[in-house]
């Protein structure tokens, strides 16, 4: 915690160990895998009792050492710390597991019957495929990036969910706003990543579509990814024009939409301290905000 310079410190240290075994589990799940690093331990006042975690040991013998690097590195454990300041009426579960062949994508679920986010392992196959340009981010920044976005995106479900919060709309498409609205909640380093990498997940899958002559499924009752990773760079840059201006400067955001992204933000701001705040452990919530969840360089190559 930064009003505690040794708690600090140590978040800092596991944050770091957390970035780096994420990439190193995408890029190297068979190596030989190093022990966890000295005090890698959730703060307690950074704790939720309501949050359960489970790492599930895969059947196929390849992900073995991912499963075994992600839980000695606590990676579930420190996602959860994004989730900790929600009063959760209900018990929810954050778990890791092998997903049966063919599962949408992001490898991401909520399941409304469980209560439970799940993260595939098989995600991190995928996440290891993403290759941004140099001057757009580092392959780090994300991988990272992308699996707290998408991981944020289930959460939104999930508080949708157990909460019963009231929306107008597709539940993905509020999830979208949502997860990009928390996402700008953390600090300009950890805003920067998560919209980074949530929105080249959303470009690669769109590129994939493209390359692969595939059409958008106009009928679906969510946006088609293009949509989705512009309606998430507008969020970000309605509540963040400093740091984001560079995407409307580089047309990834065209200028006629970003001349009405402040109210887009203010729209979603609006409605989480309408229906989701009341929610909210306030000073658990400064607690985590006032976090440094990165530093200089944890999402360098």
Excluded at 193 to 209: P, Q, S
Excluded at 237 to 253: E, R, S, T
Excluded at 263 to 278: C, D, G, M, N, Q
């Amino acid at each position: 915690m930064r009003h505690v310079t040794q708690s600090n410190k140590a978040v800092s240290v596991r944050l770091r160990c957390w970035f780096a075994a994420v990439t190193l589990a995408c890029a190297a799940a068979s190596q030989v895998l190093d022990p966890a690093p000295a005090g890698a331990q959730t703060p307690r006042e950074l704790q939720n009792e309501k949050i359960k975690i489970d790492y599930y040991e895969p059947r196929d013998p390849k992900l073995l050492p991912l499963y075994e690097r992600l839980q000695r590195r606590r990676v579930l454990e420190e996602l959860s710390q994004f989730l900790a300041p929600v009063r959760w009426p209900k018990t929810i579960r954050l778990v890791m597991k092998e997903c049966p062949a063919g599962t949408r994508r992001p490898e991401v679920v909520y399941s409304g019957l469980e209560r439970s986010v799940s993260v595939c392992y098989q995600l991190f196959t995928f996440l290891q495929t993403l290759n941004p340009p140099p001057a757009f981010a580092s392959k780090q920044e994300v991988i990272v990036g992308g699996l707290v976005g998408v991981v944020l995106h289930e959460s939104a479900r999930a508080i949708f969910d157990i909460l019963s919060i009231p929306r107008l709309g597709d539940e993905d498409d509020g999830a979208d706003q949502l997860s990009a609205f928390i996402g700008l909640q953390f600090g300009d380093e950890v805003a920067r990543v998560v919209i980074k990498g949530t929105y080249f997940v959303w470009k690669t899958y769109d590129d994939a579509m493209v390359t692969r002559d595939i059409q958008y499924d106009f009928a679906a009752r969510s946006s088609v990814p293009r949509q989705r990773m512009y309606n998430t760079l507008c969020i970000a840059y309605g509540g963040a024009p400093a740091i984001f201006k560079n995407f409307v400067d580089q047309g990834d955001l065209l200028s006629r939409r970003a001349e009405h992204c402040a109210e887009e933000y203010e729209s979603v701001r609006h409605a989480f301290r309408k229906t989701i705040l009341p929610y909210v452990d306030t000073e658990m919530m400064a607690r985590v905000r006032s976090t440094k969840w990165i530093g200089p360089d944890d999402v360098s190559k």
